[in-house]
């Protein structure tokens, strides 16, 4: 989406021979339709974002125009924008998010989809088949999460002799109920000051030695524990690959040199990019631009 921001958008002369583009026009008319399409200069980056990231990721995005007084008004909508009842449409305006009527006899709603090869007036996309693979990623890091919330999953259990008497102080109770205390007290200085050397000294606890071996720490850690963290890249690591773009561009160049990361920009814009501006272009051209110039009287 932000590339395909990047990317400007003028009215080209054909060669009527070879059908290829020879250049802008230079034709002020022609330039100043070019210029009104999706919304103006002033607005045609964020739109050109807006469509390509609900195309990529929805796989399919609607354009509605709607004459005014000036200029036409351009809208960039999803499909969760869009209602059709009985024949007619609505759309949610983008700043009130209150459901318009469209005015079929004056409004265009243009829309740009990757088709379905089996149903083509469906729509498609890569992250269609990444559904599974974000579902794993959204659970390992779930599970991360609880890990770090559950007290105790994260701290486990210490097991301490009932039959040891620690004595406690004005504010603290005896028994373990005291040594419970002490060592809260304790974590949270050590919170408090996490730079200081005083935070890294362990705490002292003096106990008769025939309890020494009594003393137990239990956590519920399971073997995934270590490999959750793996389980996450790995998943990232699919991802990466099954969607439209270069895997590079999700998982960072960090093992490349210039030369090679040079080649991955290159291949991201031919590949990936370029396909999308010039089907964006060809959609805007023949549903909006070459009526707009018939309109104008250009032949």
Do not use: C
């Amino acid at each position: 989406a932000n590339a395909v921001s990047m990317a400007s958008l003028q009215a080209a002369e054909l060669d009527m021979d070879t059908g290829l583009v020879t250049g802008p026009t230079e034709d002020r008319t022609v330039q100043a339709v070019a210029m009104a399409v999706l919304g103006g200069v002033d607005r045609r980056a964020a739109m050109q974002a807006t469509v390509a990231l609900n195309w990529q990721i929805g796989g399919e995005v609607f354009i509605l125009v709607r004459p005014g007084r000036d200029m036409d008004e351009w809208l960039v909508l999803s499909s969760s924008e869009i209602e059709e009842r009985g024949g007619s449409f609505k759309y949610r305006d983008p700043v009130t998010a209150m459901f318009v009527d469209m005015n079929p006899s004056t409004d265009m709603l243009i829309r740009v989809w990757n088709s379905h090869p089996r149903v083509q007036s469906h729509s498609d996309s890569a992250v269609r088949a990444a559904l599974p693979i974000l579902k794993e990623i959204e659970r390992t890091s779930q599970n991360i999460a609880a890990r770090l919330d559950s007290r105790l999953a994260g701290a486990g259990i210490f097991i301490v002799p009932k039959e040891l008497d620690f004595p406690g102080g004005d504010n603290t109770p005896a028994g373990p109920q005291g040594l419970m205390e002490s060592m809260v007290r304790a974590a949270e200085a050590s919170l408090t000051n996490p730079g200081t050397a005083s935070s890294q000294v362990p705490i002292i606890l003096e106990v008769p030695g025939e309890q020494v071996a009594n003393f137990n720490h239990q956590t519920f850690a399971t073997e995934l524990t270590g490999e959750i963290l793996e389980l996450r890249q790995a998943a990232i690591r699919r991802l990466a690959l099954t969607l439209d773009m270069p895997m590079e561009i999700m998982m960072g160049t960090g093992d490349t040199n210039h030369w090679s990361a040079w080649q991955i920009e290159e291949a991201a814009y031919k590949i990936h990019i370029a396909p999308l501006l010039d089907r964006l272009a060809d959609g805007l051209t023949q549903t909006y631009f070459r009526p707009a110039l018939a309109a104008a009287g250009v032949a």
